[in-house]
């Protein structure tokens, strides 16, 4: 991902790409294509090895278990060891893939999330014409487990980042905690981080007949205890090797970490990998304390849900008071023929060639409040549309040639008014162009929400007349 992405837009792979490799946990030697997919398809696996080729989606509702590692499984299908890959694409900024796999598991490499960058990298990410719709929380989305002393929050935020704690009470590894501030430090920062094990955690893996494929480079093996030199032989035996060998306090075969707190960033990676199962692209804080899979995967239904329930806050504008406005009162003034009491925008926070975010802080002393319901003060709908036309109005001229324009209304249709608007309210309006503007005619599709809550909807069209100088 470099400078020039733009995360408004989905992406996709400029072409297939290739790896292979063993599951740690199956020994079994797999390929993986990564396909291009389009707008909209998210990540799904397809097991081409099986009999119709059956589609598993990266969902958190799918996953079927947790132990070491995240497996999916759907359509008489299972997918193990999702978490690297997905992290990957993730921090590589790819929204649609399909992955064909020709067996049951990711292969796991070296144990981060490095190959598949690597390989990401080689095939190029393609921006696509689709735009893409990120999910902001406008609430801290909690999650806590007692018995793993595990805790979970995600809090609102303007972009996605991720802070993770561990502490697994070891000599060795102590508390480390390790933070992402922003997804375009995925590459350096968090995927050339490898997993990591405890050594009898291997040694009770070995004996339920698991990590088949495990290799003595492609995991970080914490030997925080005494071992015997015949335990030394034993693994040397089970891996391969001609020797292996531990420093007093330390790790398998004295294995050099790529940073310092490597096991805290990878336990990064596989928190960003399995949110991934979200389904949704999201806009928040998350931080995690002692986190695993199980826990990721409970905490990412706990956010799949939230957002299912609250679609509609989805490409909410954040408003932050304390952010410098694009234009002020002054400058609005400068560009909209209208002034108290008529004016309705006191600022605007945000301006692209393609859409405009403005704020109307809605106080008592309006002077429409004394006559209408007087009892009950409600702004009227017909100034609530009146203040996106306005906003609206700065989008426009903002995209034309130099000079004075007026605008004029033309048309309102589908316009819905969903909640009251009072004092006290602080009404955030979104225009965004439906079309470009052709022959001086601008359409807009008009938003006002009062914090993630919309209360009203339009599409506005209007005309643009530059004025003549008299």
């Known amino acids: 991902m470099n400078e020039k992405f733009n995360p408004d837009k989905q992406h996709t792979l400029a072409q297939p790409i290739s790896i292979s490799g063993t599951g740690l946990h199956t020994g079994i030697l797999v390929d993986m294509v990564l396909n291009p997919a389009n707008p909209g398809f998210g990540i799904q696996f397809k097991r081409i090895d099986l009999p119709g080729q059956p589609i598993i989606k990266a969902d958190c509702d799918l996953v079927t278990d947790t132990s070491r590692g995240t497996t999916l499984e759907d359509n008489g299908a299972k997918i193990s060891t999702v978490e690297h890959v997905l992290a990957a694409l993730v921090g590589m900024g790819v929204d649609n893939c399909l992955i064909e796999i020709n067996g ?18 080689e095939a190029g990410v393609e921006e696509q014409e689709a735009t893409k719709h990120w999910y902001t929380i406008d609430t801290n989305i909690s999650y806590y487990h007692e018995g793993k002393r595990v805790e979970m929050v995600a809090m609102p935020a303007v972009e996605y980042k991720v802070t993770t704690l561990i502490d697994f009470n070891s000599p060795v590894l102590g508390t480390q905690h390790a933070g992402l501030k922003s997804i375009l430090e995925f590459k350096t920062e968090i995927a050339p981080c490898r997993t990591f094990c405890f050594l009898h955690e291997l040694e009770a893996l070995l004996a339920n007949n698991l990590i088949k494929g495990g290799d003595i480079n ?3 093996v914490i030997v925080d205890k005494p071992v015997t030199q015949v335990e030394m032989t034993r693994l040397a035996t089970i891996f391969n090797k001609d020797k292996i060998e531990v420093e007093s306090g330390g790790y398998l075969n004295n294995l050099q970490l790529r940073f310092p707190n490597e096991p805290a960033r990878h336990k990064l990676l596989d928190v960003i990998g399995d949110l991934a199962l979200i389904g949704y692209p999201i806009k928040a804080h998350i931080i995690a304390n002692r986190p695993g899979h199980f826990s990721n995967v409970e905490f990412a239904k706990l956010i799949k849900n939230y957002i299912k329930k609250n679609k509609h ?11 410098a406005p694009v234009y002020n009162i002054q400058q609005i003034e400068k560009k909209l023929p209208h002034r108290f009491p008529f004016l309705l925008v006191d600022k605007v926070i945000e301006l692209t060639d393609t859409y405009i975010v403005g704020i109307k802080n809605v106080t008592f002393n309006e002077s429409f409040f004394g006559g209408h319901f ?31 324009y007026d605008t004029y209304f033309v048309k309102i249709e589908n316009c819905k008014f969903k909640q009251k608007v009072i004092p006290g309210d602080t009404m955030i309006l979104k225009m965004e162009l439906v079309g470009p503007i052709r022959r001086g005619l601008c359409e807009m599709h008009g938003t006002v929400y009062v914090g993630n809550k919309i209360t009203t909807e339009a599409i506005l069209m209007a005309q643009l007349v530059k004025r003549e100088r008299l």
Do not use: C, R, W
């Not at 806050?313 to 952010?323: A, E, L």
């Not at 709908?381 to 130099?402: D, H, S, W, Y």
């Open 374 to 404: 007087p009892g009950n003060p409600v702004m009227p709908g017909v100034l609530q549309i009146e203040a996106l036309a306005q906003t609206g109005g700065i989008l426009a001229i903002n995209a034309l040639p130099p000079g004075e």
């Open 313 to 323: 806050v989805k490409n909410v504008p954040v408003y932050d008071p304390t952010q």
């Open 218 to 220: 492609n995991a970080i």
């Open 104 to 121: 049951p598991e990711i292969p796991i490499i070296d144990g981060s999330s490095q190959p598949f960058v690597e390989i990401i990298e």
